[in-house]
């Protein structure tokens, strides 16, 4: 079985300073991992992914996450916090050694950040 | 626009009634999925076609639920005798083929059960 954990329901941080949202996953085969953000009333929006290579990963609008096998964790980054970034963000794991394609999402982290 | 597409966005209805909800996948995607959404949680994968073969479903899809993708494009997800408990948003889903896949999400339709 796959399994996503994000341990805090929300995140607060200042403008203009770094943001870490943590995940944690377990699988048992090789993880593909995912960060997506969702915006209210709106779907999910697709940040970045790891399937292997460099354990930090690179995506869209300056995010970042940081893959950790050994701590079996996936924590998104960002170097200086937008107001534009308050969102809800997911973490979701599959295991490229089941062949199944399902993607399983943890509850969720509201990002708030103050101006 | 050429990303996923969800129709309709919203859905009131009462209880008992059938719904039927429809997804057109970015054209050139031939994996779709879907998912429902409840408050306060994260997505839950219901089902998953390639073509237009359904090769996956969740313990989820009740007996009441069902899901088709007849020509391999558009997919329809019915849901019969709604209870109040199916109220959530259903995601929509579409990837390329590949082992590597990312799935692209659409906006949702958010199913209100009275």
């Known amino acids: 079985a796959q399994s996503v954990a994000q341990p805090e329901d929300q995140v607060n941080v200042a403008e203009g300073n770094p943001l870490t949202v943590k995940c944690t996953y377990s699988v048992s085969g090789n993880p593909y991992l995912f960060w997506y953000v969702q915006y209210p009333n709106r779907g999910l929006q697709f940040l970045l992914k790891y399937i292997t290579g460099d354990n930090l990963v690179k995506g869209s609008y300056g995010f970042e996450a940081e893959f950790n096998k050994s701590q079996t964790s996936f924590h998104l980054k960002k170097p200086s916090a937008l107001v534009s970034d308050s969102a809800l963000y997911f973490c979701?794991?599959?295991?490229?050694?089941?062949?199944?394609?399902?993607?399983?999402f943890g509850s969720g982290t509201r990002l708030q950040v103050q101006p | 626009d050429t990303g996923v597409s969800q129709n309709p966005r919203h859905k009131i209805t009462k209880r008992g009634q059938n719904v039927t909800f429809r997804c057109d996948p970015i054209?050139?995607?031939?994996?779709l999925y879907w998912y429902r959404q409840t408050l306060g949680q994260g997505p839950e994968f219901l089902t998953y076609?390639?073509?237009?073969?359904?090769?996956?479903k969740s313990r989820l899809l009740s007996d009441r639920f069902s899901a088709e993708r007849p020509k391999g494009s558009f997919s329809t997800l019915e849901i019969q005798r709604t209870e109040q408990g199916d109220s959530a948003m259903y995601l929509c889903a579409s990837s390329p083929s590949s082992s590597t896949d990312t799935q692209y999400f659409g906006p949702g339709t958010r199913l209100t059960v009275l």
């Open positions: 076609f390639q073509n237009e073969a359904q090769l996956e």
């Open positions: 054209s050139e995607h031939n994996r």
């Open positions: 979701a794991v599959r295991d490229l050694d089941t062949g199944r394609r399902a993607l399983t």
